[in-house]
């Protein structure tokens, strides 16, 4: 077993292209590369090249020999995906290059620079001659790969780097501090390029409406607050009392709470805000419960998440056995969550994790929840019915981390159910020389890399368009 993908796996892909017996997967082009957690190496087809490691742009990938204690798992991990036979050609099927049109002089607006926009102006500079002028709205560019990423999720934030050799190119112009639709409209934009492409984000969160709810912060304002986001500096949370609550449990989910949980000097040196290292120096917080709706088995956070969490030092991770009985023995969470049991008398902080609860009112200082029952929905997916029976969890602050939203974009269509701009492979629907991509393409789901085989798809969108004479503006 000599290569292993481990936690901060951002799925990009990079490897499965660098990889020259094909045995990391799932390939983009194959089915469950949208659907799955990360991705896993073959250890009996892995010839130890270490191709995937140089290719690997958040050094997820480690020799098999060099896993720690607590990495040990993603050996186990990446084995048991191959554990049904997966039928594939010896090689992986190479991407095939963007085919423009001779003369070309392509030159495209970007909106954004987090990591939908910089692969999309990957993309379009392996075309000879084209230009891309990239509007950012911060004075720091990355989007949420600089100010959503966790402090101390440092592998992962090395994606940065591949971003800023990306920036090196003499043909990309990124020009920081400026919001299109406010300082610069987007027929400005289109009067200079053939093309615009808004790579924006889902900049807002969903919000709950139950009473109460406004005397709750959302996850994405505390992320933001404790990663220097400008907007969000100036946030106070309170800190001051034991307990506190997060609703929802996705993998920002998990971010919060080991943030609110985990020894703060272990943050120190890291680019964390130093005014939220101070708070959290000072936090009086011993315990955070998160909360699902539904049962342990459709926890939204992802295994190398919570292997993460679970070996977070000083942080214990407590779940019921009513709760850890309801998952199958062949799901990899509940030997995690048994391994992680805490010890008698320990005096660590804690981080639990609680079922079946959908909250029902916020008050000082609590949270009510009805208990709810699965019941299987048509399609397969389980859903919630609330019983009669109530539960409160004392929490002085409370924090809801139920999903990322995209926002309307200025002249643009948007569809309110999903947030995210009507599109065809990135095309946007009704409108000329207009296409989008990441999160306000497709919705707030998917991890940096994912954004990659996304950008991918628009920008052959783009290119197809060019191509066919439909791309026919006035470029500088
Ligand atoms: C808290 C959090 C932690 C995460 N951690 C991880 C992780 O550890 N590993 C992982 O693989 N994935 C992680 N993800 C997922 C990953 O961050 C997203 O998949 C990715 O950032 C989405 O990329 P995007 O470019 O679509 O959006 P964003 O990253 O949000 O980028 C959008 C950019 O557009 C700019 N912008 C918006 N409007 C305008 C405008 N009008 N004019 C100019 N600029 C504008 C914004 O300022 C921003 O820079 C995390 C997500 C969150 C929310
Ligand atoms: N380290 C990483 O790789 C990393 C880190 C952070 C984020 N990300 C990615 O970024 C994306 C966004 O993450 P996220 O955590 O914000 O979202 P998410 O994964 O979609 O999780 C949202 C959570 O909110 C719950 N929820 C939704 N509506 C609710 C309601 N009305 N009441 C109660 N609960 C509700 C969901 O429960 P149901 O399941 O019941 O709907 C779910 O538990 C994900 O794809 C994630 O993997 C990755």
């Not at 250890?43 to 040990?72: N, R, W």
């Not at 101390?152 to 919001?179: A, K």
Request: glycine share 8%; net charge negative; aromatic share 6%.
């Amino acid at each position: 077993m000599p290569h292993v993908v481990t936690q901060s796996c951002c799925s990009d892909a990079s490897c499965t292209y660098a990889c020259p017996v094909n045995c990391i997967h799932p390939t983009p082009d194959e089915p469950d590369f949208h659907t799955a957690e990360m991705l896993y190496i073959d250890p009996v087809d892995c010839v130890d090249c270490g191709a995937c490691v140089s290719a690997c742009p958040v050094d997820a990938i480690k020799h098999y020999s060099t896993l720690t204690a607590q990495e040990s798992v993603f050996a186990d991990l990446n084995a048991d995906f191959y554990r049904e036979p997966r039928p594939r050609p010896l090689l992986a099927p190479p991407v095939p290059a963007l085919q423009v049109r001779s003369g070309a002089d392509l030159r495209v607006a970007i909106v954004g620079s987090g990591p939908a926009a910089m692969y999309a102006a990957d993309e379009i500079l392996t075309i000879p001659g084209a230009r891309v002028r990239m509007y950012e709205r911060l004075s720091e560019p990355y989007g949420l790969a600089r100010f959503g990423v966790a402090p101390d999720h440092q592998r992962t934030r090395r994606v940065t780097r591949q971003f800023d050799t990306i920036r090196e190119d003499p043909r990309l112009e990124l020009i920081l501090g400026t919001q299109v639709g406010v300082d610069v409209t987007h027929e400005e934009l289109l009067a200079s390029h053939h093309a615009v492409v808004y790579a924006v984000g889902a900049s807002t969160d969903r919000r709950l409406d139950i009473p109460g709810a406004e005397s709750s912060c959302s996850a994405t304002e505390f992320v933001a607050w404790y990663n220097g986001h400008p907007d969000f500096a100036d946030r106070a949370f309170d800190l001051s009392q034991p307990n506190a609550v997060v609703i929802g449990n996705g993998n920002v989910a998990l971010d919060v709470a080991r943030i609110l949980t985990m020894d703060p000097e272990a943050l120190a040196g890291t680019d964390i805000a130093g005014y939220a290292l101070d708070a959290l120096r000072r936090s009086k917080i011993e315990e955070v419960t998160v909360v699902g709706r539904r049962g342990a088995e459709q926890s939204a956070f992802t295994v190398g998440e919570l292997i993460g969490l679970c070996s977070t030092p000083g942080v214990d991770v407590v779940v019921a056995d009513e709760h850890l009985d309801s998952l199958p023995d062949s799901d990899p969470r509940a030997d995690i969550l048994r391994g992680a049991t805490p010890r008698a008398g320990s005096r660590n902080r804690r981080v639990v994790l609680d079922y079946l609860l959908s909250p029902t009112a916020i008050d000082a200082g609590s949270v009510r929840f009805v208990r709810n029952e699965l019941v299987p929905a048509p399609d397969g997916s389980m859903r919630v019915k609330p019983t009669a029976d109530e539960h409160a969890i004392d929490a002085g602050l409370v924090l809801t981390s139920i999903g990322y939203r995209g926002v309307p974009v200025p002249g643009l269509p948007f569809d309110e159910a999903s947030a995210t701009v009507p599109n065809t492979s990135g095309r946007v629907q009704g409108m000329r020389r207009t296409y989008v991509t990441g999160w306000i393409k497709r919705g707030a789901n998917g991890f940096i890399g994912t954004n990659k085989s996304c950008a991918q798809e628009t920008v052959r969108s783009l290119v197809d368009e060019y191509n066919a004479g439909r791309l026919l503006g006035a470029p500088v």
